[in-house]
């Protein structure tokens, strides 16, 4: 809880992934990679339950295990490649309201990016709160910047993805990548407008080395190495 805000945090974590199969209980450092989520989320101090949700036995009681709750099983259609993130939330938030579970903010954390900090995620939550914002989300600075160096074809031609008139990366526009980490809502604005981008939307900077998101055995073999080297 933050200022008498109650908070739940969401970790998905489906059976099926393609790029690196079984990643969210792969073993990461000695623990299965979803382990470090949930840890992060009960070592914050301002969420009040942790849910994970999955569509696969193993990963709930993996999950379980390790202090998560796992009160369903997420259905299949929401379990799928190109099955929305938004959905999923919603789905738990359905379920949470059918407990007669009252709260205010919902915490979305990818298993899948191990390298953040506790207090990036608390961070996270004040920065909704005291800014009175929409949402929040992670991000990290972009190595490429539209507005410099990056190009594009169109209609067989060559050209800048953005038309500007800079001559080094310093004078472009600063640009972010989202780092798939952190995602930060007030619960009533989810359920109505469902989406990232609003109009109050808040960016939080995270750097280069807490911003690893796992997608193949490359993106797990630096986290590793990252979090080895300290």
Same mark, same amino acid.
């Given at each position: 809880?933050?200022?008498?805000?109650?908070?739940?945090?969401?970790?998905?974590?489906?059976?099926?992934?393609?790029?690196?199969?079984?990643?969210?209980?792969?073993?990461?450092?000695?623990?299965?990679?979803?382990?470090? /989520?949930?840890?992060?989320?009960?070592? /914050?101090?301002?969420?009040?339950?942790?849910?994970?949700?999955?569509?696969?036995?193993?990963?709930?009681?993996?999950?379980?295990?390790?202090?998560?709750? &796992?009160?369903?099983?997420?259905?299949?259609?929401?379990?799928?490649?190109?099955?929305?993130?938004?959905?999923?939330?919603? !789905?738990?938030? &359905?379920?949470? #309201?059918?407990?007669?579970?009252?709260?205010?903010?919902? &915490?979305?954390? !990818?298993?899948?990016?191990?390298?953040?900090?506790?207090?990036?995620? @608390?961070?996270?939550?004040?920065?909704?709160? @005291?800014?009175?914002?929409? $949402?929040?989300?992670?991000?990290?600075?972009? !190595?490429?910047?539209?507005?410099?160096?990056?190009?594009?074809?169109?209609?067989?031609?060559?050209?800048?993805?953005?038309?500007?008139?800079? @001559?080094?990366?310093?004078?472009?526009?600063?640009?972010?990548?989202?780092?798939?980490?952190?995602?930060?809502?007030?619960?009533?604005?989810?359920? @109505? #407008?469902?989406?990232?981008?609003?109009? $109050?939307?808040?960016?939080?900077?995270?750097? #280069?080395?807490? /911003?690893?998101?796992?997608?193949?055995?490359?993106?797990?073999?630096?986290?590793?190495?990252?979090?080895?080297?300290?």
């Amino acid at each position: 809880m933050y200022k008498n805000k109650r908070v739940v945090c969401i970790i998905p974590a489906r059976g099926g992934s393609k790029g690196l199969p079984g990643k969210n209980i792969k073993m990461f450092l000695g623990k299965p990679l979803i382990a470090r /989520s949930i840890k992060q989320a009960k070592d /914050s101090g301002l969420i009040d339950r942790i849910i994970v949700s999955t569509d696969d036995k193993k990963i709930a009681d993996i999950s379980k295990k390790y202090g998560a709750e &796992v009160p369903f099983i997420r259905p299949k259609f929401l379990a799928q490649d190109k099955s929305s993130t938004i959905d999923v939330l919603l !789905h738990a938030m &359905v379920w949470l #309201k059918g407990e007669g579970y009252p709260f205010d903010i919902l &915490v979305l954390l !990818h298993a899948t990016a191990p390298l953040r900090s506790v207090q990036d995620i @608390n961070n996270c939550i004040k920065l909704l709160v @005291n800014q009175k914002a929409d $949402n929040v989300f992670s991000v990290t600075e972009a !190595h490429r910047n539209p507005y410099f160096n990056m190009v594009e074809v169109a209609r067989g031609k060559v050209g800048p993805v953005k038309e500007g008139r800079f @001559n080094s990366r310093q004078q472009a526009p600063r640009v972010y990548d989202m780092n798939a980490s952190i995602y930060v809502w007030w619960k009533d604005i989810l359920k @109505n #407008k469902k989406r990232i981008f609003l109009k $109050n939307s808040r960016i939080y900077l995270m750097p #280069k080395e807490r /911003s690893v998101d796992i997608d193949s055995s490359i993106d797990f073999k630096i986290a590793e190495m990252l979090i080895k080297s300290g």
